[in-house]
């Protein structure tokens, strides 16, 4: 059996990785640990000092530790399983699909933010990878999620309010 | 632990309990199988469907305990929009996890039936299985496969 985690580079990653180590998996299970880096493109970037492509090899440095970091847990939660790691750039919403595809993967675990009438912009990567992915995909609903689409429609208002004024 | 296993069809059930005997869970989890009806027009129409409903209700509690020996299993029918409903039970129920089938097509029916599985994982207050039929999941890579070439 074949999975693919998919993380991002917040601290909504351990959400993911805990529904990983507390599951029971089969002894020849192949977990590949696969974490997109988005391309931070922006045409005023050498206005703060630094290149896009310094900033992108930041962003690859940060996401390759997390991985480790990731891959040493899932070790250690599960000995026998195969666990691999994936460090990709581009869209999530395409890379994670194309991972999983190449990889024949069987199933993808990723993290979901909950949507909520008063979030007008909700971050929809796990829904749109459950209806493009080609194979099963689990949603680990992310736990925090309620309470920051509670907060945005307040920070959305006070913003307004102040550009009445 | 709750598990809610919302389904629509027969196939619905052998894709579901596949899934779920493939895994260790918990011996306390509580399965709750629920059969969303579609509004009837008549009350003849509604005791027709309720009645086949309890029928395959029964097939998939036998269906899920063959495969996972003494595990709490409960049934439920509803009726009304399956994704609204599925989604409103979870709240009540307070469910863990919902896994659900994806059924998609070429006929407008079965598109529309594989939009709940999708509605479902944007909406659904806990963590979502979507599970795809081996004959989705050969068209689905043939078209990622298309789509990269492109």
Redesign the interface.
């Known amino acids: 059996?074949k999975v693919v985690v998919a993380i991002d580079q917040t601290d909504n990653r351990f959400e993911v990785l805990n529904?990983v180590l507390n599951?029971?998996?089969?002894k020849d299970v192949f977990i590949k640990i696969l974490t997109v880096v988005e391309p931070f493109e922006w045409d005023g970037i050498d206005k703060i000092g630094q290149t896009s492509s310094e900033l992108l090899g930041k962003q690859k440095a940060h996401a390759q530790e997390i991985l480790t970091q990731a891959r040493a847990l899932v070790e250690k939660a599960h000995p026998t399983a195969s666990v691999h790691m994936e460090l990709r750039v581009g869209d999530p919403r395409t890379e994670v699909?194309?991972s999983a595809?190449h990889w024949d993967a069987d199933r993808i675990i990723i993290g979901?933010h909950?949507?909520s009438p008063n979030r007008l912009l909700p971050c929809?990567i796990?829904?749109v990878i459950?209806?493009?992915?080609?194979?099963?995909?689990?949603?680990?609903?992310l736990k925090d999620s309620d309470e920051e689409a509670c907060q945005t429609p307040i920070r959305r208002q006070k913003v307004e309010l102040k550009g009445a004024v | 632990m709750k598990v809610l296993l919302p389904i629509v069809g027969k196939d619905d059930m052998r894709l579901i309990a596949g899934?779920v005997a493939?895994?260790?869970w918990p011996p306390s989890t509580e399965y709750k199988i629920i059969h969303i009806l579609p509004m009837a027009v008549t009350d003849e129409q509604y005791e027709q469907n309720f009645a086949s409903a309890k029928n395959m209700l029964k097939d998939a509690v036998a269906q899920l305990s063959e495969l996972i020996p003494g595990p709490q299993i409960s049934t439920d029918v509803r009726s009304g929009s399956a994704a609204g409903e599925i989604m409103t039970y979870a709240r009540q129920w307070q469910c863990n996890m919902i896994i659900v089938g994806?059924r998609t097509g070429k006929s407008i029916k079965e598109a529309l039936a594989g939009s709940v599985?999708?509605a479902v994982?944007?909406?659904?207050?806990?963590?979502?299985?979507?599970?795809?039929p081996p004959e989705v999941?050969s068209e689905?890579?043939e078209a990622?496969?298309e789509r990269?070439k492109t």
Not at chain 1, 23 to 26: A, E, I, L, T
């Open positions: 059996m529904a599951r029971h998996w089969p699909v194309m595809t979901a909950g949507t929809r796990g829904p459950a209806r493009t992915a080609t194979c099963s995909i689990e949603l680990v609903r | 899934f493939n895994f260790t994806h599985s999708s994982a944007a909406e659904a207050p806990c963590s979502v299985v979507v599970i795809r999941l689905k890579k990622a496969s990269e």
